[in-house]
Each structure stands twice: as C-alpha cells, then as structure tokens.
C-alpha cells in the first residue's frame, strides 16, 4: 500500500469515528469514552501524517511506534463502546477491524524500516555526504 494510500485511510477513519462520538448518548460514561476515542483516532492520523514527514528514519520509527499506540488504543475505546451496547454492534466492529488492520500495517512497516535501515558495518560513520534534507522515508514515497 502506498503512503498516500495509508494517509488517506487513516484519516477516514479519523472521520468515521468523529462521526459515530457525535452521534453517541449524552452520558458522562459516553462523553468520557468518545473524547478518548477522539484523541486516540485522530493521533493515527496526525501521527502518521506526522512520520512521513519525518526528519531520519529514528524519528520516522518512532512516530510509527506512537500510530501503532494510538490505532490500539481506539480499538480498546470501540471495543468498549460496544460492550456498554452505546454504539451499533455491527458498526463497532467494522470499526474495531480497521483499527486492528491499521496496526498491523503500521507493525509491518516498522518492520520494514527497521530491515531497511539496518546498519551493514560495525563501524558508523560520523557524517554522512548525504544532507539531511535529502533523506526520503522509503514507507512513504
């Protein structure tokens, strides 16, 4: 999937759930749960909007680290939406299955990075010809 591809998705989901918190019942037990679910959600987004962005591939990696964070955790707030019965099940569970593929992509690519950018010598080099500027996250070409 390119990286265009994953932006988009994550912010669909962003607005997915934005959707479904406007929607849920004015109760504190709701109220509470949906600004969770809206922080967690829209941090996959931000986030990995953010790691595309990235200025090395540590940061890169650890921008991941936070969207594979946050899509778990908005699986665990639908999750309990669902069990509290205070959304659809079947919309839940839609939802609660992307979330669970966003962090399976997001571990895979971590992955990947990871491999990409494993060093081939014991001996680093203190500086590098290639300006930081010109440094392209391959996740996200």
Known sequence: M????????????????VRLVEAL?????ADVIGRQLLRACTSVAANYRSACRARSYKEFI???????EEADESQFWIELLA?????????????????????????TSIKTARKAHTPHS????????????????????
């Open 2 to 17: 390119r990286s265009s591809q994953l932006r988009d998705r994550t912010k669909a989901f962003a607005l997915v759930v």
């Open 25 to 29: 019942p004015r109760t504190r037990s």
């Open 62 to 68: 650890a921008k991941l680290g936070i969207v594979e």
């Open 83 to 107: 069990d509290l019965t205070l959304v659809d099940t079947a919309r839940a569970s839609a939802l609660g299955d992307e979330a669970g593929e966003l962090v399976a992509m997001t571990v």
């Open 122 to 141: 014991a001996f680093r080099t203190p500086h590098s010809s290639t300006p930081q500027s010109a440094i392209r996250n391959p996740q996200c070409s």
